[in-house]
């Protein structure tokens, strides 16, 4: 069975400042990884997700993310946020195509 | 297409009581999900299923709980004898087949308290 673990429980970061999510994972066999975003009072909606190929993936709104499978870890990166990225984030992985295993997220807090 | 819909969006119960919640996919998908969300946790699975079939459900799913899907379109997750463990964020999630990866689009989620 798949679990996730997310280092950090809060992020506080100011507006421009970068930001990195940790999020380690451990699984027994290969395994997709997706990192998710809720911003308040919405539903989770997909930021960016690993399946194959390039280890690197970028969201459209630039964020990115690696896989790393030495370390078994999956982090998200932004170089520069917005207020408006304040938000909790969560990460995921799927053993296969159907069920989900989240982290316990990290809430995101923008300060300008 | 308006997206995966959650109905209510919240409830208040009190403890004994039994709930249904319903959850509307994506016209065109054939998966559904549901998973629950406690404070300060992420979501965890519960059942999902291919059209009208539940293929697994999750050992979180105790007896009190029945997720139906009748004619492969809308679902119903139904809690009998609610407890206060049962507080939670119930949601639904869907998703179409046929890729390596097929990408779950979540609800907002219907927010249970019971009192």
């Known amino acids: 069975a798949q679990s996730v673990t997310q280092l950090d429980s809060q992020v506080p970061v100011f507006e421009e400042a970068p930001v990195e999510l940790r999020c380690n994972y451990s699984?027994?066999?290969?395994?997709?990884l997706f990192w998710y975003v809720q911003y308040p009072n919405q539903g989770l909606q997909l930021l960016l997700k690993y399946l194959s190929g390039s280890t690197l993936v970028e969201s459209i709104n630039g964020f990115e993310a690696e896989f790393n499978k030495s370390q078994t870890s999956f982090h998200l990166r932004k170089p520069s946020v917005h207020i408006s990225d304040t938000a909790e984030y969560f990460c995921?992985?799927?053993?296969?195509?159907?069920?989900?295993?989240f982290g316990a997220g990290t809430t995101v807090t923008v300060r300008a | 297409d308006t997206g995966v819909s959650q109905d209510p969006r919240h409830k208040i119960t009190k403890r004994g009581q039994n709930v249904t919640f319903r959850c509307d996919p994506i016209s065109e998908h054939n998966r559904l999900y549901w998973y629950r969300q406690t404070l300060g946790q992420g979501p965890e699975f519960l059942t999902y299923?291919?059209?009208?079939?539940?293929?697994?459900k999750s050992r979180l799913l105790s007896d009190r709980f029945s997720a139906e899907r009748p004619k492969g379109s809308f679902s119903t997750l139904e809690i009998q004898r609610t407890e206060q463990g049962d507080s939670a964020m119930y949601l639904c999630?869907?998703?179409?087949?046929?890729?390596?990866?097929?990408?779950?689009?979540f609800g907002p989620g219907t927010r249970l308290t019971v009192l």
């Open positions: 999630a869907s998703s179409s087949v046929g890729g390596p990866y097929n990408e779950q689009f």
């Open positions: 299923f291919q059209n009208e079939a539940q293929l697994e």
């Open positions: 995921a992985v799927s053993e296969r195509d159907y069920k989900l295993s």
């Open positions: 699984s027994s066999v290969s395994v997709y």
